[in-house]
């Protein structure tokens, strides 16, 4: 994580211990004993914080939704066909492993992350999601990889990131030197 990532994610986890001081939520009336609270709720914070960047499910929708003119409001966004809002954790669906080639996708409808088989998968087969890189939107491995290292800090091994290394053959000669 860049250090510009975690002075940005501190300050988020500090601004909502702001927003939470505000509220009645920090019971202690002693000023410096409530200060001590802040930091701790904002250690918290900033803990979540950090758990959501590697296991938060992005939310999407598509431009049928009845949302429309709030999420696709501006002229940017004219020509896009879905858009993402929101993350959210989904517990299940976080303990599944990434591939570049996916054997399930993710739909958010209606308030549920609905799970659909992408291929056939056999008894025992791993269940793999992708986190955000898929090898048919972003064909270089390299790029991949450097996305989910930066992110997730892993270098991907998947069944895409692998590739089948040929033996070099020589050319055959024709036998005339
Ligand atoms: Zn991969």
Request: charged share 25%; net charge negative; aromatic share 8%.
């Amino acid at each position: 994580m860049s250090i510009d990532d975690l002075f940005h994610y501190s300050l988020t986890a500090y601004l909502l211990s702001e927003i939470i001081k505000s509220t009645n939520f920090l019971r202690c009336n002693q000023i410096k004993k409530r200060d001590t609270e802040q930091i701790l709720l904002a250690s918290i914070l900033l803990k979540h914080i950090q758990q959501m960047i590697c296991n938060a499910q992005t939310i999407s929708i598509t431009k049928t939704n009845q949302m429309d003119d709030i999420i696709f409001d501006n002229d940017d966004d004219r020509d896009e066909i879905t858009k993402r809002f929101a993350s959210a954790i989904f517990p299940t669906c976080a303990l599944m492993n990434h591939s570049c080639v996916p054997n399930i996708r993710c739909i958010f409808d209606q308030g549920y992350l609905r799970v659909y088989t992408a291929k056939p998968i056999r008894q025992g087969e791993e269940i793999l999601n992708c986190y955000g890189p898929q090898k048919s939107l972003m064909p270089s491995i390299e790029q991949r990889q450097n996305v989910l290292l930066e992110q997730y800090f892993f270098k991907c091994q998947c069944e895409g990131c692998v590739e089948i290394i040929k033996p070099h053959v020589e050319p055959i000669a024709n036998g005339e030197n």
